[in-house]
């Protein structure tokens, strides 16, 4: 069984950092791109970083480029977002995915269940 858990979510102010953490079991890490995607309250899911399974090659959403950064540490099976300047506009749900290395939810086909981040101005 699959299980990605996501760690590190909280409150911060604008213009602050946060890193979050994805714990991955249950298949070979290294074997599949992981990305992060976002939902805010009344809006739609979207993609926020994607890493290949290598993580040689990241992809990342208009956004939040130059700010936010993905890595993956395959020893530990673990992918992180690294949030810098964060703004008000960057709150809500974060979930990471497994699956393949695109902005496109359709193509990752396990979740975590989220964690929350609220950036206060």
């Known amino acids: 069984q699959v299980q990605l858990v996501e760690s590190g979510g909280g409150l911060v102010q604008a213009g602050g950092s946060l890193r979050l953490s994805c714990a991955a079991s249950?298949?070979?890490?290294?074997?599949?791109?992981m990305g992060w995607f976002r939902q805010a309250p009344g809006k739609e899911r979207e993609f926020v970083a994607a890493i290949r399974r290598s993580g040689g090659s990241t992809y990342y959403a208009d956004s939040v480029k130059g700010r936010f950064t993905i890595s993956r540490d395959n020893a530990k099976n673990t992918v992180y977002l690294q949030m810098n300047s964060l703004k008000p506009e960057d709150t809500a749900v974060y979930y990471c995915?497994?699956?393949?290395?695109?902005?496109?939810?359709?193509?990752?086909?396990?979740w975590g269940q989220g964690t929350q981040v609220t950036v206060s101005s």
């Open positions: 249950g298949r070979t890490f290294s074997r599949y791109a």
């Open positions: 995915a497994t699956g393949g290395f695109s902005g496109t939810s359709e193509t990752y086909d396990y």
